[in-house]
């Protein structure tokens, strides 16, 4: 592994970082979250799972926010969350996603490019609102997502332009995207784009219950599609289909992808064909909401992959963008990234 | 003064709390807070007074939002805040104020609903957008506002309903209402309906800018329509027209209301005709955004107020209320100011 190249040039793609405009483009699910502080008993009523991530339409999204305290909205959305937070490492960063021109779009979009990302993608004039996704954050920090895609399900393929794509050193996809169908065309349309510019085709799993929705085009996606992989041990386990963490890191092993598995208190195992590195977790004054906090590890390994940083210094950059955004309210950096990883780069 | 009638009964009207279904009915501009933390730089170059808060219009809105940072979006409006603070303490209250049916709009209503407040002015469904305040948090956590009244220029004295505003021990009103023109005939209005009904009518003046604005009306309402007034420094010293505190103290006391006078770090005075109260203000650990101190001091005050406890209690409870929502991003209470208050009241 060489510090100067841009992270290992997997699945024999070789990557040029000097012909990238960009560090990172994501693509992702664009939503609104409203956060309200909720008792555990909210969330067994509910029947949702608790920590996960629940599919809901607009009725259900009225009904459970009628139920829903006092919220707070916060532009959200897990890649997004992700390339806003390598922007803050003062990563060059584009996003991909879907609004609608209402209020809660335009603040998407507002958010998103007032942290320097370049952010194109044309608000739809009609259909269903601005996605959005209620987070329950119980007593123990942990969060419970319930979203409504909204407008989100129009992202197609004619939305990914080639051109950008191949302008990013890594492409990152959202395992979300699998949700929406016509998504699903763009994450496989936007992968194509990538290698053929020879860039880095990443993308996280996002969520268990999502891996098990979609678990056929994941493990193929992994096994041929996919460089770099971000999954937490419940999405690695569920890919596998294994109880045992380490048989399902030995699963990713097998196809020459580089994975990141984070395991959180426990910080992250990186793993590749001829290593597995431990990466710990960085400490954390006060655990707040845990809202976030793969998005953000993902944000800062991927400032580092992109800079050619070594695999050991981008889960450490993970792991301090993941404590930073589990220590406040919310799934985006309230503090600027590049200033706390200084000390951590020598700079 | 007795622990147990509802405050004193001033301008000689007898409040009788036995008829009261409601503690405090608050109506007032009915607005979404947008927080971004800036640097001075940005305020300076608005040209905007920091501290403040500055009227715009739309156009402006939009392009001030534009300079801004990424934002959090949370219900906000002084009476309303002040009104919500007033149900966290276990007060039964209600709110007057206008959005449209929008998204913000729906965000306004479900977040002042969800804290268990009354809240029935009728949305509108055209006109201008719901109201936001556009909110620069310095690093000093000194906020500067800037508001677009939107929706709620609206609200006028058909929206005033005499049996609601009867049914409260104590009538709120803030004075922002001042600046939609037809809002201000809706505050003489319920001042009106308030009185007749023996309740105790009560105002802030807001902000020194507002004060200045409509300087003899406020000196009509505090002289003949107000039996109890909240006012910070700089607004009692607009009032009066002095740079003497003590002599714009003394200008407040001639009119036989109670004046409820805060001075930030150095606590409030509770002025009238027979006694001057010092209270100290409230401890707090990390200072944060002092946006909503006034209100919720106002919250506090009007809960023990309502309630019938001394002044040194009510004004004790507004400090602590205060002191809640200074150590905190937003201007609603992030804890149940109840439990908070617990001790206090040996409870």
């Given amino acids: 592994m060489s510090a100067v190249t841009p992270g290992p040039a997997t699945h024999d793609r070789p990557?040029?970082?000097?012909?990238?405009?960009?560090?990172?483009?994501?693509?992702g699910n664009a939503l609104v979250d409203v956060l309200s502080h909720e008792d555990d008993e909210l969330v067994e009523r509910l029947g949702v799972p608790k920590g996960g991530m629940t599919l809901i339409d607009e009725d259900?999204?009225?009904?459970?926010?009628?139920?829903?305290?006092?919220?707070?909205?916060?532009?959200?959305?897990?890649?997004?969350n992700t390339i806003v937070g390598v922007a803050s490492f003062g990563g060059r960063a584009r996003y991909l996603g879907k609004v609608r021109d209402d209020q809660l779009g335009k603040v998407f979009a507002h958010d998103i490019r007032a942290t320097g990302v370049r952010y194109d993608t044309a608000l739809t004039a009609d259909g269903p609102s601005t996605g959005c996704c209620l987070i329950l954050v119980t007593p123990d920090a942990q969060r419970t997502m319930n979203t409504f895609l909204g407008a989100s399900v129009h992202f197609n393929a004619t939305d990914v332009d080639p051109e950008l794509v191949a302008a990013g050193s890594v492409l990152y996809l959202e395992g979300y995207l699998f949700d929406p169908p016509e998504a699903q065309e763009a994450f496989r349309v936007a992968a194509h784009y990538a290698h053929d510019a020879g860039r880095v085709v990443s993308a996280t799993l996002s969520d268990s219950f999502c891996v098990e929705r979609h678990r056929d085009a994941?493990?193929?996606?992994?096994?041929?599609?996919?460089?770099?992989?971000?999954?937490?041990?419940?999405?690695?386990?569920?890919?596998?289909?294994?109880?045992?963490?380490?048989?399902?890191?030995?699963?990713?092993?097998?196809?020459?992808?580089?994975?990141?598995?984070?395991?959180?208190?426990r910080g992250s195992v990186v793993v590749t064909e001829d290593e597995i590195i431990e990466v710990p977790a960085h400490p954390v004054d006060e655990l707040v909401d845990t809202t976030g906090a793969g998005d953000l590890y993902a944000s800062g390994f991927l400032y580092g992959f992109s800079r050619g940083m070594d695999l050991a210094t981008c889960g450490a950059l993970g792991s301090l963008a993941a404590a930073e955004v589990i220590s406040h309210l919310g799934a985006r950096p309230a503090t600027d990234l590049a200033t706390l990883a200084a000390p951590l780069l020598g700079r």
């Fill in 15 to 27: 990557v040029d970082p000097s012909g990238a405009a960009v560090d990172v483009v994501g693509i």
């Fill in 60 to 80: 259900r999204a009225i009904e459970l926010y009628r139920l829903m305290g006092p919220a707070v909205e916060m532009s959200g959305g897990s890649a997004a």
């Fill in 218 to 265: 994941f493990l193929d996606l992994v096994e041929h599609h996919v460089d770099l992989v971000f999954a937490n041990e419940a999405e690695i386990k569920a890919l596998y289909r294994t109880d045992d963490f380490a048989v399902a890191a030995q699963g990713v092993r097998r196809h020459g992808a580089i994975a990141a598995l984070t395991r959180s208190e």
